[in-house]
């Protein structure tokens, strides 16, 4: 898509082609930025140390798949040998003992999420094992706190829904990414629609209050009408949520392995771009209101809390080998891959680490000043809200605009700013919304990105 730049040389405007998905933006810095820390600086213990703990919010990585689908970059594996998952299950019983005693007795959870991969892979006496983790080994009442869980079609299973349901979950996230059979199969993700309704139909009955469906626009041989016939039939279950991704081939995927067309790229942005405003309007025409780019929620819906957390404010506390955390200070992980060579070796690292080695961070990024209030506007400015200059200038002490120009002055130019949201109100026009996967890249400082580009993808 091609727009106009005005912040031209020699004062004329310069067109400027934009590409409408760049990256999805649900952190920042990225992971890849992050980089070891060393021995002196890493003590879990003293990154905590002053920091506020009454509001944290929980997060559990659980790096396990039935399959791999042809579009994951995610830190996950396929399937766990006899004993991986009960072992992994120690290790993060270990780095939760670490975790709470880096907190102390102070430390309050303001809600959690169990991630991946996909947590339903665990058993259910594992899902009840996690729970206990959460909360014996680390103080979270999760029937008093939003609670989101992620699962696949084939790993929401009675058993495991009714021991999240009585754990106190709040919000399930089930990954369909296409109702047509042909397009799961394009994007390498193996099964059929008829197992994919008899596991909305188990949802259903056991009576979370979130329902949430992921589906995915840009698929090789998908077309206005197929994406509406998904759209559809996940509308038929009044999902309380629904999340529209564009499709995106990376590196070291299943996809990522496949050639592609010479010059196909303007195509397939503009596909996507078509078939991501269709699903915007048929959803916002069926009683949806967008929230963000990718996440639309039905009205009069349940407000359980907990769904828009977008890294917004410090005080996360991850566990597992692919979660992150976060202080005011710094970001901090474990080593990432997306191999699954590599994948399964860092799972296997992890479940050999000592309660000692728990207590010392591998890998991050000190947040400045300047990255602080990077990351509050990137992250405010992609939700469909916007956000309130007042807050920003009370937060920070400046504007915006003194700290962003010229970032704000081309948006404004592409008309990706709402010029009639008022006084005090900085938001993304619906364009704006749109080329949400152009706009957070543009907000990344230049340390981050020449951190992200010599970044060895593994």
């Not at 730049?5 to 934009?18: E, Q, Y």
């Not at 009205?299 to 005080?315: F, I, R």
Request: with cysteine; aromatic share 10%.
């Amino acid at each position: 898509m091609t727009t106009t730049d005005t912040t031209a040389t020699g004062g004329a405007a310069a067109p400027a082609t934009v590409r409408p998905y760049q990256q999805y933006v649900y952190a920042y810095p990225h992971k890849t930025a992050y980089r070891p820390l060393a021995a002196e600086q890493a003590a879990v213990r003293e990154l905590w140390d002053g920091e506020a703990r009454d509001a944290l919010s929980l997060y559990f990585h659980i790096p396990f798949c039935e399959v791999r689908c042809g579009f994951c970059n995610l830190f996950t594996r396929i399937g766990a040998p006899e004993g991986l998952t009960g072992a992994y299950l120690d290790a993060l019983e270990r780095q939760a003992e670490a975790v709470r005693e880096a907190l102390g007795e102070g430390a309050r959870f303001a809600g959690a999420a169990f991630g991946g991969g996909t947590p339903t892979f665990l058993t259910a006496a594992e899902l009840e094992r996690l729970c206990d983790l959460a909360e014996r080994g680390l103080g979270a009442d999760l029937r008093t706190i939003p609670l989101s869980v992620e699962a696949s079609p084939a790993t929401a299973t009675a058993d495991r829904l009714a021991v999240l349901a009585e754990r106190g979950a709040t919000r399930l996230s089930l990954g369909v990414q296409s109702f047509v059979d042909s397009e799961a199969r394009a994007a390498v993700r193996p099964q059929r629609r008829a197992d994919v309704e008899a596991a909305l139909t188990r949802i259903r009955e056991a009576a979370l209050p979130v329902l949430n469906i992921d589906l995915i626009y840009g698929i090789e041989g998908q077309t206005e009408r197929t994406w509406r016939q998904s759209l559809d039939a996940a509308l038929a279950w009044q999902p309380e949520e629904l999340y529209l991704y564009p499709l995106y081939v990376r590196p070291l995927t299943g996809l990522g392995r496949r050639p592609g067309p010479d010059g196909a790229e303007a195509q397939w942005d503009a596909q996507r771009l078509r078939l991501y405003r269709q699903g915007r309007d048929h959803l916002l025409a069926h009683g949806y209101r967008q929230v963000s780019m990718r996440m639309f929620r039905r009205g009069g819906a349940p407000d359980t809390g907990g769904e828009d957390y977008t890294c917004q404010t410090d005080g996360m506390v991850g566990l597992g080998c692919g979660a992150r955390s976060y202080t005011s200070r710094l970001h901090y992980s474990f080593d990432y891959a997306v191999d699954m060579h590599r994948i399964r070796r860092l799972v296997d690292e992890y479940t050999a680490r000592s309660t000692e080695e728990f207590r010392r961070a591998d890998f991050g990024w000190w947040m400045t000043p300047e990255e602080s209030r990077r990351r509050h506007l990137l992250q405010s400015l992609l939700q469909a809200e916007g956000m309130s200059t007042d807050d920003y200038q009370v937060r920070f002490g400046t504007t915006p605009l003194a700290d962003f120009p010229a970032e704000l002055d081309r948006f404004e130019a592409r008309g990706w700013l709402d010029t009639g949201a008022g006084p005090g109100l900085l938001r993304l026009s619906p364009e704006g919304l749109a080329h949400s996967d152009a706009v957070g890249p543009e907000l990344f400082s230049a340390e981050v990105r020449a951190r992200m580009a010599a970044y060895e993808t593994k």
